[in-house]
């Protein structure tokens, strides 16, 4: 294949944008050292991903995949509970609610409305200068 086009493309990505940001990932990738899956033919590594793309030798989907975890800062794991382990869950949840409902009775100290005044008259202005 002497040219990739979009068209090439188009047919296994859908969306034009999801497929730069597609080959874009995959370029990264090939930078970064991962190995290509059709003959490099002195193209440039977005040309490569491309036609990698093109030639469906790797799956949009994966990629897609490998693209969302790449951007992903707390990946959370679904791991299956146990009765016991529920258990316990509940009643962790029951300590750290009691422990919260302590926390929010924090108490402010109130001021007067004389006593703002008050203190918004005993402010000194700035003096002007012509840097402003």
């Known amino acids: 294949m002497a040219r990739v086009t979009v068209e090439d493309c188009i047919d296994k990505v859908d969306n034009r944008f999801e497929l730069v940001l597609l080959a874009g990932h995959r370029a990264r ?10 003959p490099r033919d002195n ?26 975890h790449s951007l992903q800062k707390h990946v959370e794991v679904d791991e ?26 924090v108490t402010f100290d109130r001021m007067t409305e004389e006593d703002l005044l008050a203190g918004i008259e005993g402010l000194v202005a700035p003096e002007k200068s012509d840097d402003y």
């Open 43 to 68: 193209d440039k590594n977005p040309v490569v991903a491309l036609r990698e793309i093109a030639e469906e030798t790797l799956s949009p989907g994966d990629l897609k995949e490998d693209l969302i």
């Open 29 to 38: 990738q090939i930078s970064q050292g991962a190995q290509i899956t059709v």
């Open 80 to 105: 299956p509970e146990t009765d016991g382990q529920e258990l316990t869950d509940q009643t962790d949840a029951a300590a750290i609610a009691a422990d919260t409902d302590e926390e929010d009775n």
